[in-house]
């Protein structure tokens, strides 16, 4: 198995960690060659997770993608999402072809408002048996950290879900497997979502007793929406749905509840954004699902308004109060 790991921000740090500690060596795609550098020299990455060691003997380190995912077979990606389609720009469906295709990526590619695993299906005739789901709950900071964490490994391919599972699994990871890469991937977009509107919630001084009413009415949200986009036989309350939105709403790692929580203390969306160090994916992935929401009509209350704080620049502490409402 020749491995390959796209991106060099926390995740993608943190899964070249998890790879490397089971013995394996990565070829790893790093955009910036003074952190290449750093971590052939310094053996860190200076900018992500730098408390985290590397064995240069177990890297390939390069900025040339092209050449990363010709030398490799199953080639992770974990960049965000929005940044895609850009680094992929010089990568043609054949140079995919015949590779096994792992996401790490929690969002929604928003130039065509997919999902990852139909966004490869779609625009590079990735066959869905071919790709892999890696979904939380998990945060990188606690992986870096080696705290037990649990990683849902889901493909339509059970049999290639359980030999990537055995690849990541190791003291500080379980890797329970899933057969729903549909499901999984739209809870993850949507989770983050939930954290911006919890962030924001904490941010206009809203307490522990509202943020509980919030999150038991997102997840039956994201089930409502789940089901009619992919309907299939689930278990919504395991850990890959229920248990990865309750660590990205109430995680201090959570850079969708930052995001919000400086939206809800009056930052503008333009400011946040500068302000944030890393990308927060909720925002993107707020106007996809209100977009592809127009082809199901779910009730998606909570999702709603944080588009109409974010996108159609309405005030957080009149959303939130609309909202309150509407919950149960």
Request: hydrophobic letters at 40%; glycine letters at 6%; a negative charge.
């Amino acid at each position: 198995m020749k491995l390959a790991v796209i991106g060099s921000g926390s995740w993608g740090t943190a899964i070249v960690k998890i790879l490397t500690d089971n013995s394996n060596v990565v070829n790893w795609w790093v955009r910036e060659e003074d952190i290449i550098e750093n971590i052939y020299h310094y053996k860190r990455n200076p900018v992500y997770l730098s408390s985290v060691e590397f064995n240069p003997e177990d890297l390939y380190v390069s900025n040339n993608i092209k050449e990363i995912i010709q030398s490799s077979n199953h080639i992770i990606f974990a960049v965000p999402s929005a940044f895609l389609s850009e680094t992929l720009k010089e990568i043609s469906p054949d140079d995919l072809k015949d590779k096994i295709i792992i996401s790490a990526i929690k969002g929604i590619v928003p130039e065509h408002k997919m999902i990852i695993a139909a966004y490869f299906n779609n625009i590079y005739h990735v066959n869905l048996d071919n790709i892999v789901v890696i979904s939380g709950p998990s945060h990188a900071e606690e992986i870096a950290l080696e705290k037990l964490t649990y990683l849902t490994i889901a493909s339509q391919n059970q049999i290639l879900a359980e030999k990537i599972a055995s690849v990541f699994k190791n003291r500080y990871l379980k890797t329970p497997i899933s057969d729903d890469i549909f499901g999984t991937e739209y809870s993850s977009v949507i989770k983050n979502i939930v954290a911006v509107a919890n962030g924001i919630c904490i941010g206009l001084g809203y307490g522990d007793n509202f943020q509980a009413v919030l999150i038991s009415n997102a997840i039956q949200e994201i089930k409502r929406f789940v089901d009619a986009v992919h309907p299939i036989t689930r278990d919504i309350k395991s850990s890959v749905y229920l248990g990865d939105l309750m660590v990205t709403c109430y995680s201090q790692f959570s850079r969708n509840r930052t995001f919000g929580n400086m939206i809800g203390k009056g930052y503008s969306v333009k400011f946040a954004q500068l302000e944030m160090k890393m990308i927060a994916e909720g925002y993107y992935g707020t106007n996809c699902i209100w977009e592809i929401n127009k082809n199901y009509n779910v009730y998606i209350p909570i999702i709603e308004a944080v588009y109409n704080i974010l996108y159609q620049g309405k005030s957080p502490a009149r959303e939130i109060y609309l909202l309150t409402d509407k919950l149960s």
